[in-house]
């Protein structure tokens, strides 16, 4: 499946990810003026600037730039050789 753009509310687009069956239900709200890489090598486990929500499998783990502390991803199925 290829990107989407989807517009609302976080709480509407959780329900619209909720409707796509069979799929891996992710979206990202960023502000595209706003959004750069803030990790360093010496502090490389930051967030990105400018996210302003992240959904992934439904579930908001990113609200206004906050994390909430949600694990809500699983392990990506390896396909061996």
């Known amino acids: 499946m290829s990107a989407r ?3 609302g509310t976080k709480h509407e687009l959780a329900a619209a990810l909720a409707r796509i ?3 891996v239900r992710e979206a ?3 502000d595209p003026k706003g959004y750069r890489d803030t990790a360093t090598y010496e502090k490389p486990h930051q ?4 996210v302003k929500h992240a959904l992934v ?3 908001v783990v990113i609200d206004g ?4 502390e949600v694990l809500a991803g699983g392990p990506l199925p390896h396909r061996g050789e």
């Open 5 to 7: 753009v989807l517009k």
């Open 21 to 23: 069956s069979g799929a």
């Open 28 to 30: 990202i709200v960023f």
């Open 47 to 50: 967030y990105a600037a400018g």
């Open 57 to 59: 499998n439904g579930k």
């Open 65 to 68: 730039a906050e994390s909430q």
